[in-house]
């Protein structure tokens, strides 16, 4: 059956659809015999007639609207496919852009619980890179990296901790937030229950921060910068032996690297594996040179050096390829 729709308004294929089945209908009413009457009964009867008797001979053809020709019809049908591609598209587009997809509440949650967890497993290493890339824009933006990097060692070196998920619970009122319960467990066996936030954002879960998480780092900043002064004092005010400078080495890094450090004559030398953050002092000769490098063996992670010189800052280098080095 072939059906010829009126162009002049807006169709869609389901009204198309519908359309036929109606007609349908009507034909099994009528029985296979007759021919519907589409005009009103203003068909004359013979003109009845003699389309019932070429019913019995041919195919029949339900004519909705016979001012479209064939190159019409074809066009509006080609017109209809793009309009039903571009719904389609668009359904695509809103299940991309919300976290649930369509899946069940358990498994978003599920989502949200591994994101959570490998965070929280790359805090306890150090990984601070992954960490920084995992924020959600709104809490990055507050920090830069270099800043988390810093906050961060601050905070692990005076209370590293465990993290365990207690619980997840989506918002009802905004399905791309998740409230999430962590347990911190500290060395001394202390703990610490903290409420904070994963967001679906650029197709993955991130971590936001909540008030409490503001406050600690605040907290951090002031303590680093009262550490860094009170540093600085305490090199300047030990004056070192006569003819040499006082040195001191600060290695960050959020993987493993191996150290080393030499003065120009081998008085001091310095070679072990560290994770994290370090600091190294010794006196060496006034009119030595120091070499000091920072390698990761894959070549990988951030790694920083900083290198002080009777309390001044001498040199450093940074690098997120897991070599960083001072020579002068």
């Known amino acids: 059956m072939v059906a010829i729709v009126n162009r002049l308004g807006m169709v869609e294929k389901g009204k198309i659809f519908v359309g036929v089945i109606a007609l349908l ?3 099994g009413a009528t029985g296979c015999g007759d021919i519907i009457d589409l005009d009103g009964g203003n068909t004359p009867q013979k003109k009845k007639q003699v389309a019932g008797k070429e019913n019995d001979s041919k195919p029949k053809t339900v004519v909705v609207n016979e001012g479209m020709n064939k190159k019409e019809e074809k066009k509006l049908n080609k017109r209809l496919d793009e309009l039903e591609k571009e719904v389609e598209d668009q359904n695509k587009q809103s299940s991309e852009s919300t976290p649930s997809g369509g899946q069940p509440e358990q498994q978003v949650e599920d ?7 490998t965070y929280y497993q790359a805090a306890e290493a150090r990984d601070w890179g992954y960490t920084y890339d995992h924020l959600d824009s709104e809490t990055q933006s507050a920090f830069t990296e ?32 998740a409230n ?29 921060f909540g008030s409490e998480e503001y406050e600690l780092f605040a907290t951090a900043a002031t303590a680093t910068s009262s550490a860094s002064a009170g540093g600085a004092s305490a090199s300047s005010s030990a004056s070192p032996a006569a003819g040499t400078k006082h040195i001191k080495v600060v290695i960050r890094s959020n993987v493993p690297v191996d150290v080393y450090i030499s003065d120009d004559k081998f008085d001091w030398l310095q070679q072990e594996e560290i994770t994290g953050t370090k600091t190294y002092e010794h006196d ?22 900083e290198v002080y010189e009777n309390g001044s800052l001498k040199s450093q280098d940074t690098d997120s390829t897991g070599l960083a080095q001072v020579i002068y």
Do not use: C
């Open 146 to 177: 270099d800043e988390w990097f810093a906050k961060n060692d601050w905070l692990a070196d005076n209370g590293s901790a465990t993290y365990t998920i207690q619980s997840i619970e989506m918002d009802d009122s905004d399905e791309s937030l």
């Open 180 to 208: 999430v319960a962590v347990l911190l467990t500290f060395g001394d066996g202390s703990t610490n229950l903290r409420n904070t936030f994963f967001v679906y954002e650029d197709g993955l879960w991130k971590h936001r």
């Open 25 to 27: 209908a009507a034909i």
């Open 284 to 305: 060496i000769a006034k009119g030595s040179g120091l070499t000091v490098s920072a390698t990761n063996p894959n070549l990988r992670g951030r790694v920083s050096i």
């Open 111 to 117: 989502q949200v619980r591994t994101a959570a967890e």
